[in-house]
Nanobody, 115 residues
Framework: QVQLVESGGGLVQAGGSLRLSCAAS????????MGWYRQVPGKQRELVAA???????NYVDSVKGRFTIARDNAKNTVSLQMNSLKAEDTAVYYC?????????WGQGTQVTVSS
């Protein structure tokens, strides 16, 4: 059984920063891709940022230059540093990992940016 525990969400003013963290535990042989997604009510979940096993990153255009994804392979963690936050970044953020030939999702953490 693999579990993902997210932390770091909350309420912040526009222009502020938050750091999300996700820790994976359990029977994990090897993690390939790790990523962060977000979802607002009535819309599809979208990829925000991803990082592969080699450290190559990918970002949705709307967060480029503001968000940074990083992983710690020794600790099986992935983080998302979010700077210069905007009201449109408000969403529930989910981490996702690809391991053991399947995907696992975190429970989600709310990020609210007040304008």
């Amino acid at each position: 059984q693999v579990q993902l525990v997210e932390s770091g969400g909350g309420l912040v003013q526009a222009g502020g920063s938050l750091r999300l963290s996700c820790a994976a535990s359990g029977m994990i042989a090897r993690i390939s891709a790790m990523g962060w997604y977000r979802q607002v009510p009535g819309k599809q979940r979208e990829l925000v940022a991803a990082i592969d096993s080699g450290g190559t990153t990918n970002y949705v255009d709307s967060v480029k230059g503001r968000f940074t994804i990083a992983r710690d392979n020794a600790k099986n963690t992935v983080s998302l540093q979010m700077n210069s936050l905007k009201a449109e970044d408000t969403a529930v953020y989910y981490c996702r990992i690809s391991a053991n030939f399947r995907d696992y999702w975190g429970q989600g953490t709310q990020v609210t940016v007040s304008s």
